[in-house]
């Protein structure tokens, strides 16, 4: 009888690794689908809360160190060295990745060029049946509470409406030679200010 159990210890380097599931991905709150969220529930990785660019950081480093790719090509913005993800930069969202995985210390020799977290994503693909999925969130102001200190001075609760969607659809074109693959993403919110 043969048994073989898990290396406690991991030998061959020492990164340290959170990879996530499509399921995963898509059932983390994520307000305005930024995927560089999911970063933040890796170990040692804090959301940036100071002043300065980029919203998380690992280990201490500024978010401008942090390297973002896309199927294995570099995805970060050219002018801060930031993900090219959220709502100014929706070049990607979360109904289009398959999985994630953040490297928060990669200093082996396939994680290069930045000394913070990589957060590489692996996007959805065709295949030899047809799949897709539609999705649709909405959140107002009839389902969040007023805050502290509307509540003290007896201000109303006040409005706000947010409306996500997504939809793709993908399979193949020739069976086990071409296949395509579309996904579509929007957001719509409506947040009114008081002077």
Do not use: C, M
């Amino acid at each position: 009888e043969v048994t073989s159990d898990a290396q406690l210890l991991q030998t061959d380097n020492a990164d340290n690794s959170t990879s996530f599931s499509e399921t995963q991905i898509s059932q983390v709150p994520n307000p305005g689908n930024d995927l560089s969220y999911i970063a933040q529930t890796a170990p040692g990785v804090v959301q940036n809360t100071q002043g300065g660019s980029g919203n998380f950081s690992a280990y201490g480093l500024p978010a401008t160190s942090n390297l973002f790719t896309l199927n294995g090509q570099n995805e970060n913005d050219p002018f801060l060295n930031l993900n090219n993800s959220g709502a100014t930069n929706l070049l990607l969202g979360n109904n289009d990745v398959r999985e994630a995985t953040v490297v928060t210390n990669g200093y082996s020799g396939q994680y290069g060029t930045l000394a913070g977290a990589n957060v590489n994503y692996v996007t959805k693909s065709g295949s030899n049946s047809f799949h897709g999925n539609a999705l649709y969130w909405w959140n107002g102001s009839t389902l969040n509470a007023n805050s502290y200190f509307n509540n003290q001075s007896g201000a109303p609760r006040p409005f706000d409406n947010a409306n996500q969607w997504a939809a793709s659809f993908g399979g193949p074109i020739k069976k086990n030679k071409t296949f395509f693959f579309v996904d579509t993403e929007g957001l719509r919110f409506v947040l009114p200010t008081s002077t």
